[in-house]
């Protein structure tokens, strides 16, 4: 299977792996990795029905960190319980696990569109860079035979759930409603980091093709 191995370079990952390590053997019986897996569902809905109910309470933000903080939970644990008991579920796994980290990622910005109040442009050019993120990520780890789930220069996935996280608690408690301005140079600077990274992953793949053909 194209793209089973990865490469771990994030800068939290020794603890995230120390904590696996302590966890899965707490992980209740009847407990599955499946059900670790599916759990994303609900809580993608619980964040976009919570935001859209809740407009204007800043308390929804501290709830909302705990949401993503629970996915982030069952996501670092969901294929490490499924090879600590040898469950079986390799390709599926592998399938469910990423699709619904995108699903997630899209009910994490639709969450903000709704409680902001964020123009639908705006929301969707969001969308369309983080899909931009996921397809280039798969299609490198095709070519490679090998997923970055750890980002770049030690930023990766988990890193962007605790940003996230720490956003919220700061929105909350300070009460600050970024505007439309603001949001603006979020989706900027959004835009410029996927042309970086796409331009160094071009001039790579580039050097290492010219390379084989010498």
Same mark, same amino acid.
């Given at each position: 299977?194209?793209?089973?191995?990865?490469?771990?370079?994030?800068?939290?990952?020794?603890?995230?792996?120390?904590?696996?390590?302590?966890?899965?053997?707490?992980?209740?019986?009847?407990?599955?990795?499946?059900?670790?897996?599916?759990?994303?569902?609900?809580?993608?809905?619980?964040?976009?029905?919570?935001?859209?109910?809740?407009?204007?309470?800043?308390?929804?933000?501290?709830?909302?960190?705990?949401?993503?903080?629970?996915?982030?939970?069952?996501?670092?644990?969901?294929?490490?319980?499924?090879?600590?008991?040898?469950?079986?579920?390799?390709?599926?796994?592998?399938?469910?696990?990423?699709?619904?980290?995108?699903?997630?990622?899209?009910?994490?910005?639709?969450?903000?569109?709704?409680?902001?109040?964020?123009?639908?442009?705006?929301?969707?050019?969001?969308?369309?860079?983080?899909?931009?993120?996921?397809?280039?990520?798969?299609?490198?780890?095709?070519?490679?035979?090998?997923?970055?789930?750890?980002?770049?220069?030690?930023?990766? /996935? &988990? =890193?962007?759930?605790?940003? !996230?996280?720490?956003?919220?608690? +700061?929105?909350? #408690? $300070?009460?600050?409603? /970024? &505007? =439309?301005?603001?949001?603006? !140079?979020?989706?900027?600077?959004? +835009?410029?980091? #996927? $042309?970086?990274?796409?331009?160094?992953?071009?001039?790579?793949?580039?050097?290492?093709?010219?390379?084989?053909?010498?």
């Amino acid at each position: 299977m194209s793209g089973k191995s990865r490469k771990y370079t994030s800068l939290i990952e020794p603890i995230q792996l120390h904590f696996v390590t302590w966890a899965l053997p707490l992980i209740p019986k009847k407990i599955e990795t499946y059900h670790l897996t599916l759990l994303t569902i609900p809580l993608s809905l619980i964040l976009v029905i919570g935001a859209k109910i809740f407009v204007g309470n800043p308390w929804f933000l501290v709830f909302h960190a705990f949401i993503i903080f629970t996915q982030y939970i069952s996501d670092i644990l969901d294929g490490a319980l499924g090879r600590y008991r040898n469950t079986g579920l390799i390709r599926w796994g592998f399938y469910m696990d990423h699709l619904f980290d995108y699903v997630f990622a899209n009910a994490i910005v639709l969450s903000y569109s709704i409680y902001f109040q964020i123009n639908v442009e705006l929301t969707a050019i969001i969308i369309a860079v983080i899909g931009a993120f996921f397809s280039q990520e798969f299609i490198i780890g095709n070519i490679k035979g090998m997923i970055n789930t750890s980002g770049y220069y030690g930023l990766g /996935p &988990s =890193e962007v759930r605790f940003g !996230v996280i720490f956003l919220d608690l +700061i929105l909350a #408690f $300070s009460k600050y409603i /970024p &505007s =439309e301005q603001t949001l603006t !140079v979020v989706v900027a600077l959004i +835009i410029i980091t #996927f $042309s970086a990274t796409s331009w160094v992953t071009q001039k790579s793949l580039w050097k290492q093709d010219m390379k084989s053909k010498n």
